[in-house]
């Protein structure tokens, strides 16, 4: 089992049988965090404060 590494972008995803007939949900480390990853997020925390 494999750790991800902080400040990673991690979204849900599977991982295919090798004859296609079952899969198993899998995290996936799509890419370390950047500036413009931080402001995105940044902004969504913001939106959700608001009443």
Do not use: F, H, Q, W
Request: aromatic share 6%; hydrophobic share 35%; charged share 25%.
């Amino acid at each position: 089992m494999a750790a991800y590494r902080r400040g990673s972008v991690v979204v849900s995803g599977n991982l295919p049988s090798k004859d296609g007939k079952y899969s198993l949900y899998c995290a996936v480390i799509v890419k370390k965090v950047d500036a413009k990853t931080r402001g995105k997020v940044g902004i969504n925390e913001l939106l959700r404060t608001i009443d």
